[in-house]
């Protein structure tokens, strides 16, 4: 065997490799279409879809009504019918609810990460009622705060009450000692420390856990209602199902599907605008 | 040497676990000083800084700084390894944090302090602007002008150029000879970088780690305003030298 010596080429021809401006075939895919035109697209037709099989398959109304079978019983619902009473009392329930959960939330979110005494008494029960189904409460919040709009603003401030309060702990935990001692060294007391340094910080965690209270809290009042209620959005699809109306259930669940998309919305665009300086948000600016 | 005015009697700090940050350091600062503390990391030369301003408590010794101030905050500016700016301010609400933590009238009052400060370092432009819109220099900058704000006769600084890359920090350090030459205040500058202490410092204190003991207190004497070319003088390069062969010997000592 003969070792190769140093300096032979290896093997082949030699190659060539040119680069030029507009090389690249710049074909329009699908996919370059804006986000929100593609899904909405592809809903009409689903949406089509679904109108065409019901009438030509002459599907029961009981069984599964068609789209515009469900608008006109949304329609109909919010001129004649019941709807904006029980669309209102659903909302106030979620609203209060939600609001409740946001301040006990984050005051008990403050405390725990101010004091170590009460990080190592609280957290561990936190972790303990966290994995208890909240739900599984409301007949019980109904045996002791009645059947009116109460019983169904407790239980929806209990379910939201939780990923607020674990986000805002990991949050107010996640300023660094290095800018603690900062503010120190610039004469900051605890208090200012707090509202200049460890709340600012918390916002975007904050929001996250806004986020998901938010979705919960809708999930919170109608499932309250279902136990046991007199009128709300949740009582209108019992009421319906009674009934057979599945329209009216449907056109209920799109009221709600609304409530809980115009709420995300409001929380996560406030988000935006609170922690423009986060990395997340910045990512995002830059990728839009 | 005049009366100092920052002194440290024997200090040492241990922390609970047995590691020992600091023994026995003793040192005299004298008004308009600039002194350099050397060493590697791991030899308790922040610690030292984190005791002055009373961050964490001696465990043995007394240190004590006297200046003329309004209140204790403003006695002293420290400067750190990180900006730690606040991202949610703006560069000038930033430069203001120590005013607006006394309240708004105060920071109404320092706005213009705060401006110069901004144009002194080179950020007039920026001002508006949010920490991370800004390099890794100009965040530092940023940090400095901060700490300036009230004026303090001392100024602390840790490792402050110590995360910039190598043409960013002889920029600012040659800004930093520029400020101090204005008004000679008194600085504690710790670094790692031996020509970083030589090329600032009128006095660099070697620290060997493990326990930081005070290995070296070398005066410098390279006339005064430098500029970069000093760096290529003999004289330079023998204090350098110098500090360097004490650490080495600190680390033939301390090892196995």
Not at chain 1, 25 to 33: F, G, K, Q, T, W
Not at chain 1, 207 to 215: E, F, H, P, T
């Amino acid at each position: 065997m003969t070792a190769p010596s140093p300096h032979s080429p290896p093997p082949g021809r030699t190659l060539t490799v040119r680069r030029e401006a507009g090389d690249t075939v710049n074909r329009r895919r699908l996919s370059d279409l804006p986000g929100w035109l593609l899904s909405s697209t592809t809903v009409l037709i689903l949406l089509t879809i679904w109108e065409v099989s019901v009438r030509t398959f002459d599907v029961s109304v009981i069984l599964f009504p068609a789209p515009t079978r469900i608008v006109e019983a949304l329609v109909e619902g919010f001129t004649q019918g019941p709807f904006l009473r029980h669309t209102w009392v659903t909302l106030q329930e979620i609203i209060y609810g939600f609001g409740i959960a946001v301040v006990a939330g984050l005051l008990v979110a403050v405390w725990v990460s101010s004091s170590r005494l009460a990080e190592k008494i609280v957290l561990p029960i936190v972790v303990v009622l966290q994995t208890v189904p909240k739900v599984a409460l409301a007949p019980l919040f109904l045996v002791w705060f009645g059947f009116g709009i109460e019983s169904k603003i407790l239980t929806t401030a209990l379910i939201a009450f939780f990923p607020i309060l674990v986000n805002a702990t990991l949050g107010f935990n996640s300023t660094s000692g290095d800018q603690v001692n900062m503010m120190r060294s610039f004469g900051a007391t605890r208090l200012q420390i707090l509202t200049r340094l460890r709340l600012p910080t918390a916002v975007p965690s904050i929001i996250a856990g806004l986020d998901v209270a938010v979705v919960l809290s809708v999930i919170g009042a109608i499932v309250a209602e279902f136990v046991g209620s007199q009128a709300g959005l949740g009582y209108l699809i019992i009421a319906s199902n009674t009934s057979l109306d599945v329209a009216t259930m449907f056109a209920a669940l799109v009221v709600l599907s609304v409530i809980g998309l115009v709420l995300h919305y409001a929380v996560v665009l406030g988000g935006r605008r609170l922690a423009f300086w986060s990395e997340e948000n910045r990512a995002r600016s830059v990728a839009n | 040497m005049h009366e100092p005015v920052m002194s440290f009697d024997h200090v040492s700090k241990h922390y609970r676990g047995g590691t020992v940050a600091v023994e026995d350091f003793h040192l005299d600062i004298a008004d308009g000083e600039f002194v350099s503390i050397v060493g590697p990391s791991g030899c308790g030369k922040s610690t030292l800084l984190k005791l002055i301003m009373g961050l964490e408590p001696l465990t043995g010794g007394r240190i004590e700084y006297r200046a003329q101030a309004r209140k204790e905050s403003a006695m002293t500016g420290m400067v750190f390894q990180q900006p730690l700016l606040l991202p949610w301010n703006t560069v000038l609400d930033n430069v203001l944090v120590p005013s607006t933590l006394q309240g708004r009238a105060q920071r109404r009052r320092d706005e213009g302090r705060a401006r110069e400060l901004l144009d002194m370092l080179g950020l007039t432009d920026f001002a508006g602007s949010h920490p991370y819109e800004l390099s890794g220099g100009m965040q530092q900058r940023v940090g400095i002008a901060r700490a300036l704000l009230h004026d303090p006769r001392i100024l602390l600084m840790d490792e402050p150029f110590g995360a910039l890359d190598a043409m960013t920090r002889d920029q600012l350090t040659l800004d930093l000879l520029e400020i101090w030459e204005r008004d000679r205040k008194t600085v504690v500058f710790i670094t790692h970088s031996i020509s970083e202490a030589v090329l600032l410092s009128d006095r660099v204190v070697v620290m060997t780690p493990r326990p930081g003991r005070v290995g070296d207190v070398v005066d410098i004497t390279l006339p005064r305003p430098r500029t970069l070319d000093v760096v290529s003088t003999a004289a330079f390069g023998e204090y350098t030298r110098r500090i360097r062969s004490v650490l080495d010997n600190a680390e033939v000592v301390t090892a196995p």
